[in-house]
């Protein structure tokens, strides 16, 4: 690899602070994509599944800048609801929806089920894309239930209605950021991205 940046391809804030300080330990430089002047782009993340939209996202600000680019599509997948949002989590309740209004539809689709049913997952999956052509893609998850009410004010997303196992029914957004960085679904994919990582670049 011609240099050491690495361009988070996101425009959403809170993830970008949170792969940021993630990666704080990392020996590469970030950039985010207002540092690579394409805070306006607008990409199609129109894959059926996190792999596929994690990937569109890399390569398409890979080629763009010219600078490997590690990108993530994450979501909530609830067992009761088929799985879903998954890979509509951010837009559950309209293209241009707000988290308040994804988790208003959550709980009313999941009104009056028993918390034994309203077993959930978080997902996240992040694809690295190289300027030599080679990508790849790493996958964490992150089990729990997905409570009654809005718990918590550090999350965001559906952070607030889903309680991980073995934190006694407390939310993400309760857990707070630093406690939830050490086990997040996203923790959990860098940890493998930097594993892959590490052999990769190792190997030029």
């Given at each position: 690899m011609k240099d050491n940046i690495a361009v988070i391809a996101t425009g959403n804030p809170h993830k970008?602070?949170?792969?940021?300080?993630?990666?704080?330990?990392?020996?590469?430089?970030?950039r985010s994509m207002r540092d690579v002047h394409l805070e306006d782009l607008e990409i199609v993340e129109d894959g059926t599944s996190f792999e596929e939209n994690a990937l569109i996202k890399a390569k398409t600000v890979m080629e763009k800048t010219g600078h490997m680019t590690i990108a993530d599509d994450s979501g909530l997948e609830v067992e009761y609801l088929d799985c879903q949002p998954g890979v509509y989590s951010s837009r559950f309740a309209g293209e241009k929806a707000t988290d308040e209004e994804n988790n208003e539809k959550l709980l009313k689709l999941?009104?009056?089920?028993?918390?034994?049913?309203?077993?959930?997952?978080?997902?996240?999956?992040?694809?690295?894309?190289?300027p030599n052509g080679e990508h790849f893609t790493v996958r964490g998850e992150l089990y729990g239930v997905i409570g009654f009410e809005l718990k918590g004010k550090e999350g965001f997303g559906y952070d607030p209605l889903f309680m991980p196992r073995e934190y006694n029914g407390l939310s993400l957004a309760e857990?707070?950021?630093?406690?939830?960085?050490?086990?997040?679904?996203?923790?959990?994919?860098?940890?493998?991205?930097q594993k892959v990582l590490s052999k990769r670049l190792g190997s030029e």
């Open positions: 970008l602070q949170e792969i940021g300080d993630i990666l704080k330990n990392f020996s590469l430089e970030i999941l009104e009056d089920v028993p918390l034994a049913k309203r077993r959930a997952r978080f997902v996240c999956v992040i694809a690295v894309a190289m857990i707070g950021s630093q406690e939830k960085n050490k086990i997040s679904h996203r923790a959990k994919a860098l940890e493998q991205m």
